[in-house]
C-alpha cells in the first residue's frame, strides 16, 4: 500500500483550509486518511502551519512520500532536516547529540531569519498604512486651503465692487453741483 503525506482540503468557499493527512494513495483527496498531522492555512499572513512534527518524521522514516506542497511545509518546519541527520545517525556518520545541536543550531537561526521577516512585514504594513494616512492628512490640507482661498477671493472680488459703487456715487455728487452751475450760468447770460 502506497501511502502519502498530502493536504486535505475543508473550509469555505474560496477560503480554504488544509489538513495535513497521512493517507493511502488510491484515497480521494478529502475522503479517507490514516492519521491527520497537522493544519495549513494560507490565507493568513504569514500562512499558518501546525504541525506534529514527531509523528510526521516517523511517517517519513516507514516510508511515506509528500506531495511537493507537504514537502515544502515539512522542509520549513524541519521534519525533512530533521529525517536527513536521523538517516547520519542510523549509518553511524555522526552521534544522535551532534545531531541534536546541529537541530537546535539550525532552529534557532530559521526562528531568527522567521522573526526578522515578520518584523519586516509588519513595519512594511505600517510604512504602507502611515503614508496611506499622510497622503490622506495632506489632501485634506489642500481641501482647506482651496476652500480658504476661494473664500478670500469671493470676498476680494466682493470689496472692490462696493468701493466702485461708493466711487461712482462720489462722482455722482461732484457731477451734480457742476450741472446746477452750469445751468446757472446760462440762465445768468440768457438774462
Known amino acids: 500500500m502506497a501511502v502519502k503525506i498530502r493536504l486535505a482540503r475543508r ?6 483550509i488544509y489538513d495535513i493527512v497521512v493517507a493511502d494513495a488510491r484515497a480521494p483527496r478529502d475522503g479517507r486518511f490514516i492519521e ?5 492555512n494560507p490565507h493568513a499572513t504569514p500562512a499558518i502551519v501546525t504541525l506534529k512534527n514527531d509523528r510526521a518524521l516517523y511517517w517519513l522514516q516507514v516510508g511515506a512520500q509528500p506531495t511537493d506542497t507537504t514537502r515544502k511545509i515539512l522542509s520549513v518546519n524541519g521534519v525533512m532536516f530533521k529525517k536527513h541527520l536521523q538517516i547520519g545517525v542510523d549509518k553511524g556518520a555522526i552521534t544522535q547529540e551532534q545531531a541534536d545541536a546541529k537541530f537546535e543550531a539550525w532552529s534557532k537561526a530559521k526562528e531568527e531569519i522567521r522573526t526578522q521577516k515578520i518584523a519586516k512585514l509588519n513595519s512594511s504594513k ?3 498604512r502611515s503614508a496611506a494616512f499622510d497622503a490622506e492628512r495632506k489632501k485634506k490640507e489642500d481641501k482647506v486651503a482651496a476652500i480658504a482661498k476661494a473664500e478670500a477671493d469671493l470676498i476680494a472680488a466682493s470689496a472692490p465692487v462696493v468701493e466702485e459703487e461708493v466711487v ?3 462722482t455722482v455728487a461732484e457731477e451734480t453741483p457742476a450741472v ?3 445751468a ?8
Open 11 to 16: 473550509g469555505r468557499n474560496k477560503m480554504p
Open 36 to 40: 491527520k498531522l497537522g493544519q495549513y
Open 126 to 128: 505600517e510604512a504602507l
Open 168 to 170: 461712482a456715487e462720489e
Open 180 to 182: 446746477e452751475e452750469t
Open 184 to 191: 446757472a450760468e446760462e440762465a445768468s447770460a440768457a438774462e
